[in-house]
């Protein structure tokens, strides 16, 4: 289809305007036809920036996993699992707060979006004496245990701590259920602990003594 010769919405607004169907009504109700009503334009205006619903969802996955993810400062030095730790909370605030797009990310994940942050990411890490090559490690582990994590959370009902695994039987599943009494964690405790333990298990594993890293 051929596109307007002028623009009548922004690509931003276009965008913006899709995570608000989503957040309201679900993936299942977004549509062109719905956007370009959102908008009050015809959907072939839509055609001046995006080629088609599938790059309008790439675009969805981008802003709500990268670019409205808030960066932690980078301090080089001992303490540099804890940039991580903060990044991942970050993300996971982003991706929680548009629970309804979370599948998207599962076929339009941006990892592209992040090669420029890698790599000073990687700069970072050196700088804090971690050597090159566990950096891969580092930074797959990071973003494969993060995405993961939370779009398994997204994608299910909000929990409680006693409520983290559902339907748990005191009677068929005692143990179960005395782990969950005595668990005193949120599930946002949870997937923090998860974090800094895989990089504590870097650090160890690596022989990487924090007092002397930097």
Do not use: C
């Not at 072939?44 to 969805?60: G, Q, R």
């Not at 599930?187 to 990487?208: C, P, T, W, Y």
């Amino acid at each position: 289809m051929a596109r307007p010769s002028k623009p009548l919405i922004s690509r931003e607004a276009a965008v913006a305007a899709s995570i608000e169907i989503i957040d309201a009504d679900g993936l299942e109700a977004f549509s062109l036809p719905r956007l370009a009503k959102h908008l009050g334009v015809r959907a072939p205006s839509l055609y001046h920036h995006f080629a088609d619903k599938n790059e309008i969802l790439t675009e969805v996955a981008r802003d709500i996993a990268g670019r409205t993810v808030a960066r932690p400062r980078m301090t080089p030095g001992p303490d540099w699992p804890e940039y991580f730790v903060a990044l991942a909370l970050n993300f996971r605030q982003s991706i929680l707060r548009h629970r309804n797009a979370a599948p998207i990310l599962l076929q339009h994940f941006p990892r592209e979006l992040f090669i420029a942050t890698y790599e000073h990411t990687a700069r970072f890490l050196l700088d804090s004496g971690v050597p090159s090559d566990l950096h891969v490690q580092i930074l797959d582990g990071i973003e494969t245990q993060a995405v993961g994590a939370v779009l398994m959370e997204a994608m299910r009902p909000p929990s409680r701590k006693s409520t983290i695994f559902p339907n748990v039987d005191p009677s068929s599943q005692p143990l179960l259920a005395k782990a969950l009494a005595d668990n005193e964690l949120s599930q946002k405790q949870l997937f923090e602990a998860m974090v800094r333990s895989f990089l504590h298990g870097i650090i160890r594993d690596n022989d990487l003594d924090r007092t002397t890293v930097g």
